[in-house]
């Protein structure tokens, strides 16, 4: 495990506000999203305000307001790294 500043309590402010600033960029009230999304206005505005939502409604609001690719590359595994410059000359 890698040590992070980051906790998992700021991801998901910075989700939260991700989502609503798209919603504004949108124009789209949360009533609006609700709507298109099936995501009570309410769970929304909770989700706005304090970052608390399932993970099933995050994807419907994150679909609504940018492409569900962008999340889903979060589950592809990255090429590791060469370690040393022997793992480098190997692989050419």
Sequence with gaps: MRLSLLT???TQH???QAVRRR???LKLSRSALAD???V???TIKRFETT???SLRQFLLLWQCVDRLERI???ATP???APRSIEEVLRDE
């Design 23 to 25: 919603r504004r960029e």
């Design 14 to 16: 910075d989700l939260a």
């Design 78 to 80: 990255t090429p590791e």
């Design 8 to 10: 998992a309590s700021d």
């Design 72 to 74: 889903a590359a979060l």
């Design 40 to 42: 009570p206005a309410p």
């Design 36 to 38: 298109r999304s099936g």
């Design 51 to 53: 970052g608390q939502i």
